[in-house]
Nanobody, 127 residues
Framework: QVQLVESGGGVVQAGDSLRLSCAVS????????MGWFRQDPGKEREFVAS???????????DYPPAVRGRFTISRDNAKNTVYLQMNSLKPEDTALYYC?????????????????WGQGTQVTVSS
């Protein structure tokens, strides 16, 4: 059974940084793309970042404009873990952040391209 466990959320001030982690078990981690999504109460879940499966020494990444340049997704295949480094946090980044495992190797930006989800970790950014 595939399990994803997020950690690293918390309450920070605007301008601060946080690093989220997602530990994956139960599947061959390196073969699949991974992603982060977030959801604020009353809003749709939105795409935050995706990283492709490991291909040699290169993994490709993608971000929406709202976080590009501030957030960085990375993966450590030896540790079966994906990270989301979040810098220059803004109050509008406040949300429940979900890690997800895709059903494909290449970058995935849509929720229906992911077949396993974590429980989420809360990030709250105060102004």
């Amino acid at each position: 059974q595939v399990q994803l466990v997020e950690s690293g959320g918390g309450v920070v001030q605007a301008g601060d940084s946080l690093r989220l982690s997602c530990a994956v078990s139960g599947r061959t981690f390196s073969l699949y793309a991974m992603g982060w999504f977030r959801q604020d109460p009353g809003k749709e879940r939105e795409f935050v970042a995706s990283i492709s499966a490991a291909g040699g020494s290169t993994s490709y990444t993608d971000y929406p404009p709202a976080v590009r340049g501030r957030f960085t997704i990375s993966r450590d295949n030896a540790k079966n873990t994906v990270y989301l480094q979040m810098n220059s946090l803004k109050p509008e980044d406040t949300a429940l952040y979900y890690c997800a495992a895709a059903n494909r190797r290449t970058i995935a930006t849509r929720q229906n391209e992911y077949n396993t989800w974590g429980q989420g970790t809360q990030v709250t950014v105060s102004s």
